[in-house]
């Protein structure tokens, strides 16, 4: 999906900050997580990280002075403040001392517009706390917050996962976003199937859709590719640490994003084949077309060739003062035309 420019989305980020409290429509930016947290067994995620506790900061919509403020207090390396402050960047996974920075783009269809959505999700991990900055101002899932409870699809329903630390609510998130691959995939291929029906039956608008499909599939395959290399990258470094729960996690969100891999790819592939079969097709009804056309161009073309020649104005010409030479002439105008009629629509021109 095309992108916001830097210096457009810094305005835009500081007229919400402004807007914000005074409109209705906007929510407020999460930047502590709410008292529902707290209900986490061992997991002291309001306090500075003591006892084996970690903060969770989410921001939903942030803007450039809530970023500034983050960088600030972590004390953020100035390359990774930069790339927070400026979206628009592929998945990927670095290190700064202590903080592991990971992009993941989430992504969600719409079926009204058969388009995919994506938006991008900034991950700060350290051993004390985790920071989760949506930069396209939306969840995971097209909402405007996260749900950060403990019940049934909330955040935190898993309080025996979230105990490991602060890299287990990062990989809730990412094991989110990779879910959320599901169901794009799902609209996609539905979108496909249609596709394919429309080719055979020549509607005139499927190309330019086969078009606009293979564009969304490209864009949710410039998500999940860079994301299975940056989850492969955690997943080497946990298996590092042979007492690291986690790593079996991070394994399990690596294979599935492998899979969705696969998926797009053999997807992308299958709409280049219809492109290729739709081509065909059209090249095919061309033919046909052309077909009809040299034929009946070349059954009007003997009636005027013999009217042309005895439309010519010479004084002798054979059969031009004769009685029957006028009916002579429309009789073989038809019989040409009869004949080349019957020869066409023996090989099926016609």
Same mark, same amino acid.
């Given at each position: ?104 783009? &989430? ?7 058969? $388009?995919?959505e994506l938006a991008e999700v900034h991950l700060l991990v350290r051993p ?35 105990? $490991? ?71 080497? $470094? ?33 709409? &280049? ?78």
């Open positions: 999906m095309a992108q916001t420019s830097h210096g457009r989305r810094r305005a835009l980020r500081a007229a919400i900050g402004r807007r914000r409290g005074a409109a209705g429509d906007i929510p407020p930016v999460v930047t502590e997580a709410p008292a529902a947290i707290r209900v986490v067994d061992g997991v002291r995620v309001d306090g500075d990280g003591a006892d084996g506790g970690y903060r969770v900061i989410v921001q939903a919509q942030p803007t450039a002075e809530s970023i500034t403020a983050l960088a600030d207090d972590w004390g953020l390396h100035p390359l990774l403040a930069e790339d927070l402050h400026h979206a628009g960047q592929r998945p990927k996974l670095e290190r700064f001392g202590d903080v592991t920075f990971i992009v993941a783009r &989430a992504a969600w269809y719409v079926d009204a517009s058969e $388009r995919v004390d706390a985790v920071a989760v900055l949506c930069q396209d101002w939306r969840w995971i899932d097209g909402s405007a917050a996260p749900d950060l409870t403990d019940g049934p699809g909330g955040l935190l329903e898993d309080p025996e996962l979230l105990h $490991r630390g602060s890299a287990a609510f990062a990989y809730r998130v990412l094991d989110r976003i990779v879910d959320g691959y599901g169901p794009v995939l799902d609209g996609l291929a539905l979108d496909q199937e249609q596709i394919e029906r429309q080719v055979f039956t020549g509607e005139a608008t499927v190309t330019e859709r086969i078009y606009r499909l293979s564009q969304e599939v490209v864009d949710l395959k410039h998500a999940c590719a860079p994301l299975a290399a940056a989850v492969g990258a955690l997943v080497r $470094r946990h298996a590092e640490d042979e007492d690291d729960a986690l790593a079996a996690y991070v394994a399990d969100v690596a294979d599935h994003l492998t899979r969705v891999d696969a998926e797009v790819t053999e997807l992308r592939a299958s709409l &280049a084949q219809i492109l290729d079969v739709n081509a065909t097709l059209v090249a095919q009804r061309q033919n046909e077309d052309m077909k009809k056309i040299s034929g009946w161009a070349a059954i009007l073309f003997a009636p005027t060739l013999v009217a042309a020649i005895y439309g010519m104005n010479f004084d002798r010409m054979p059969e031009l003062h004769w009685a029957f030479g006028y009916p002579l002439a429309l009789a073989t105008m038809v019989a040409f035309g009869v004949a080349l009629y019957t020869v066409f629509k023996r090989r099926g021109w016609f």
